[in-house]
């Protein structure tokens, strides 16, 4: 929570009952949750709460790097509480979004070609596959 604190203050976000709320709902879940979960979440703690505020919430944490977003396939915006770096393993059947790190894909290197095209200033890996539990469930 210090680091949510601590980062709200330099982007000049007031740390109000409502975003701490969200923040520790986003953080306590691991899934990666879409804004509509975060959103059902956040309602049993704060009822009055609107999808709206919570939504708005969770992009502005993602514009200043209090969570990020997901990349999606078109679907809606899944947020992630954990900028440290890590990679994502997504399950095409229970569409979970696992982390994890692997210090040899942190240092995957990126060709001359490629740096000549884009500046890369952060490097994700997703994987995609099948979890073991539901590679377990028959
Ligand atoms: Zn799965
Ligand atoms: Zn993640």
């Not at 969770?58 to 997901?70: C, E, H, M, R, Y």
């Not at 679907?75 to 954990?82: S, T």
Request: with cysteine.
């Amino acid at each position: 929570m210090d680091d949510f604190r601590a980062k709200c203050k330099k982007h000049n976000l007031k740390v109000t009952p409502q975003r701490t709320v969200i923040y520790k709902e986003l953080l306590k879940a691991r899934d990666h949750p879409y804004a509509d979960e975060v959103f059902a979440r956040v309602k049993k703690i704060l009822p009055n709460i609107s999808f709206d505020t919570v939504n708005r919430t969770l992009l502005t944490f993602s514009k200043v790097g209090i969570a990020d977003v997901v990349e999606g396939r078109g679907e809606p915006k899944r947020f992630d509480p954990n900028t440290d770096r890590h990679h994502h393993f997504w399950c095409i059947k229970c569409n979970k979004i696992i982390d994890f790190e692997d210090s040899s894909l942190d240092n995957l290197k990126i060709s001359e070609e490629l740096q000549k095209r884009f500046t890369v200033l952060n490097q994700k890996v997703v994987l995609e596959g099948i979890c073991n539990k539901c590679k377990n469930k028959k």
